[in-house]
């Protein structure tokens, strides 16, 4: 479970979060939707410890985030925006280097990759090196290093990114295996259908405040759109009026 | 440490199958300084061994005017031609570099002799031009000698001992061992395994941070649940390795090469066994973890691998200045240079070099001097990497 509580961002001048609050369950796929440059990155960053809040807090299984990073650390498993692998090493070596750092027992690595090998269906190329993966690939190999130790929290930023049809495919298929396992899913992405797809919650993000969080449904009902694209922009032209 | 111990040990495999990290690791650096080293020391000795031998080809104007001079000369190995048409042809001559240096003997040098005012001869020469030197140094000597020969002779007439014009006798001994003499030319080594050591480690520092920040691999690196203290400190442990690999490679290249070069004919014999290429190592080792936190500082800087490699070539003349500014000084070894790393390193070299004894106190200094110069700067390096702006 993924609580966030009044975060506040600023880079400077640029204040990039607002004071986000929402809360993502265990067993439910929560969407995080915005225009581009509205936080969601940064809301995402701060769960994931790389960034710290300036005010507001954020608890992952109500471990905090600033006063136990390691330990919130340990409950998620991550792929930043943009993730990239160590080219000279196989696949396979790119998800075992992360299972060391997660600390895990050296018994269960081997057997323990497989596993995730095989669930993100990467045997073709899993002792390749990574050099020349095609985008696909590097997605696949990235998300198993991060799903390796078997993390409560799953936290994805944008991580349909330059996939092509079969590859989102997949994505969305193991984003739900993760939901039936009961696992907490967190993920951006600025299209809306992708997220109308598989949420069952959303919250929409505009200038680096919620405009909107609810359900698919809800969030017809609160705009009266019944398409869910003219829903998202009539919750960002409410956020905007609001200003 | 299990952090620390598996970033190291991934570091070390990635770069091993790099193929930039190994050719700066395991060719650059351990062959770039031998090469050069045998090319300058042939060239050298060439050189000394060819101006000793040969005759020196000097023009004079007016030769007809001092037969006897010219005879004296030519007697001591020195061909004489005749010069340029005169002496503004002469100076033209020299200042274009056409001939290194011209004698002028004037009309009336005989006449001078025969009063016994003193005659005038002029050598006209370019002393900002290092190579002609030699030459010039040659012809003055041979005149002197003349010089002193004609006076000896006219004191001897007037029934006096020329030996009252030498109140003084003066007699060197020179007591530089053939290993002593050597240090000067191999003074130049101990920069040669420092550029090594640095050039081993140069990729895998850049590649560690600025690189792995390109590639996006340092984001979700930093989302793991370890230190990133740990995180670093295994990277700078895996540098130091490729560092100790480099300037191992290069001492023991630098055992062979040595046999190869014509060191005996200058006169020096190098200490350089086995044994010294093992002390030399031990003495090195620790400036690899200067080398290696240097750079990583360095490199945490920049936003990408090419704008790291500029600022990390930087450093790798870091090592240079101390030694630069002491050889410049000829400041001699002390207690308290061993405090400056890279210094303190060249200094014990050039004793090990001389097979002088090693003063273990300034072993000691420069080991824990340079160990906590390297402490301090991965200290540094930690706290950088625990800022939010790594990310960039």
Redesign the interface.
Known sequence: MIRVDGLHKYFGEVKAVRGVSFQADDGKITGLLGPNGAGKSTTLRVL?????PDSGSATIDGVDVVTGP??A??R?G????????????TAR?NIA??A????MDAGIIDERVQQVIDQLDINDFADR?TKGFSQGQRTKV?LA??LVHGPQNVILDEPSNGLDVMATRALRELIRDLKRAGKCVLFSSHVMQEVAALCDEIVIISSGKVAVHDTPDGIRKVTGRDDLEEAFVRAIDMVEAGK | M??IR??FF?EI???F??RRTLVSALLMGPLFGPILFAFVINLSVKQSLENAEQPLDLPVIGREHAPNLVAFLESRNINIDDGPADREAAIDAVSSGESDVVIVIPEDFGDKLADMIPATVEVITDQANTQAERQTRRARRALQAYSQQLAGMRLSIRGVNPSIMRPLNIDEIDVSTPSGRSAILLGMLSYFFLFALLTGGMNLAIDATAG?RE?????????????RDHLIFGKILAACFFMAISVSLSLITFHFVLGFMPLQELGMTPNFGLDVVLLAFLLLLPFALVGASLMTLVASFTKSFKEAQTWVSVVLLAPTMPILIVSILQVRPSTALMFVPSLSQHLLLVGLVRNEPLNMLHVAVSVTGTLAVGAMLTWVCARLYRR?GL?G
Do not use: F, M, Q, W
């Open positions: 994931y410890t790389v960034l710290k390691v330990e650390r340990a998620i991550t792929l930043p925006h943009g993730s990239g692998l160590y080219p000279h090493l070596e280097y992360y060391k750092l997660y600390d090196k990235s290093r991060s | 299990k952090t598996t970033v991934k495999v990635d770069n199958r790099d792995e590639r996006g691999s340092l984001e979700p690196l930093l989302c793991l649940p370890v230190k939010e990310l």
